[in-house]
């Protein structure tokens, strides 16, 4: 068993402890892979980068039923959070879409590689992305 205590000013929202549970609960496990085609930066490098740390990443995956990538986000406090999105690779599409990936909405792209999302209180947002191949 681990257990750990986060002493903090204000209250559990004010102190992000949903990021620091998320930082003491899944540490980085690297893994080594064989051999194969593509390109690794030298340096170091994420497939995507979000600007707000209230926001909580759930899921990467690929898409069921297309050739694109599902992402999942949760809001775990109670004010509406922005945040954007800026991706290592430019982007050709992207959704907003339910649980199920059926497509709702068309997100717009900023700098061919950038999406702002907006997430309300206590809710899971899923999104679409299509990227440029080659």
Aim: with cysteine; proline share 4%; glycine share 2%.
């Amino acid at each position: 068993i681990r257990y750990a205590l986060m002493p903090h000013k204000g209250n559990w929202e004010d102190a992000n402890i949903p990021l620091a549970a998320e930082l003491f609960n899944v540490p980085v496990r690297p893994v080594q892979t064989r051999k194969h085609s593509g390109t690794l930066s030298s340096g170091q490098a994420s497939f995507f980068k979000i600007d707000n740390s209230m926001l909580r990443f759930s899921t990467l995956k690929k898409a069921e039923n297309t050739n694109s990538f599902v992402m999942r986000f949760y809001n775990p406090v109670s004010q509406t959070q922005k945040a954007k999105l800026e991706f290592t690779t430019e982007l050709t599409d992207a959704w907003l879409t339910n649980l199920n990936e059926e497509r709702q909405k068309c997100l717009d792209i900023t700098e061919s590689n950038s999406l702002l999302i907006i997430v309300e209180p206590y809710k899971i947002i899923t999104i679409e992305i299509q990227v440029k191949m080659g």
